[in-house]
């Protein structure tokens, strides 16, 4: 099993629908992120948690919130997906030990028609 | 502000050749990674990298904290090497990852 697990993996849907991202991890790290990848460019951080009770807002979070679910779950909810939030979404953890740094999801590619 | 810059912005080889990225950043980064992210969008850790050098097989990084540079060396390069590599940093404050906008590399056969 992948240490960072996100679901689902591709996704359509129509405009004004809201809709959940979920990321699960099994690398036991206390921080989480969603980030968001358009087509081209590099990756903006929409939000960011440290543990279960800390949520913080990130470059682009207008338009999603989030749920820290657990230690293992971090959930990104549009709220009312319009159709420039078509893009790559990838869930990451991090540890501060020298070995490892960042691990990232494989990404959920959304499009909203 | 936080400033990650990566060149060059594209890069095409031939197999077998050997190339150097390179990714300058602000005072307020640290603890520079190089990501790989392949043409089915998967991303890679390749290095954590906040100083010195690291090799892993054919890829090699090298991170001069003092003068705020990274550089990546990709030798013998092979077709799935293609992809955009990035550089991304963190802020001093240690709370988010701030990604340049990468070097997209086509390594033809």
């Known amino acids: 099993d992948a240490d960072v697990t996100q679901t689902p993996r591709n996704r359509i849907t129509k405009t004004g629908k809201r809709i959940m991202l979920e990321c699960s991890q099994t690398k036991g790290h206390d921080r989480m992120y969603w980030y968001r990848q358009d087509p081209g460019l590099g990756l903006q951080l929409i939000y960011y948690s440290f543990d279960v009770k800390d949520i913080n807002k990130g470059e682009i979070s207008d338009g999603y919130s989030v749920s820290r679910q657990a230690q293992a779950k971090f959930s990104l909810s549009l709220e009312s997906a319009i159709p420039n939030q078509t893009a790559l979404y990838f869930c990451?953890?991090?540890?501060?030990?020298?070995?490892?740094?960042?691990?990232f999801g494989s990404g959920t590619r959304l499009t909203v028609v | 502000g936080i400033q990650v810059e990566q060149s060059p912005p594209d890069l095409i080889l031939q197999e077998g050749a050997n190339s150097t990225l390179r990714c300058n950043f602000s005072?307020?980064?640290?603890?520079l990674q190089w990501f790989h992210q392949n043409p089915w969008g998967q991303l890679i850790n390749l290095f954590y990298i906040p100083s010195g050098t690291k090799q892993n097989g054919r890829l090699s990084a090298t991170t001069v904290a003092t003068e705020r540079y990274s550089l990546l060396y990709i030798s013998s390069s092979q077709t799935t090497d293609s992809g955009v590599y990035f550089c991304?940093?963190?802020?001093?404050?240690?709370?988010?990852?701030?990604f340049g906008e990468g070097t997209q590399l086509t390594v033809n056969p």
């Open positions: 005072d307020s980064v640290n603890n």
């Open positions: 991304a940093g963190e802020e001093t404050s240690g709370s988010r990852l701030t």
């Open positions: 990451a953890t991090s540890d501060f030990t020298v070995a490892y740094g960042y691990t």
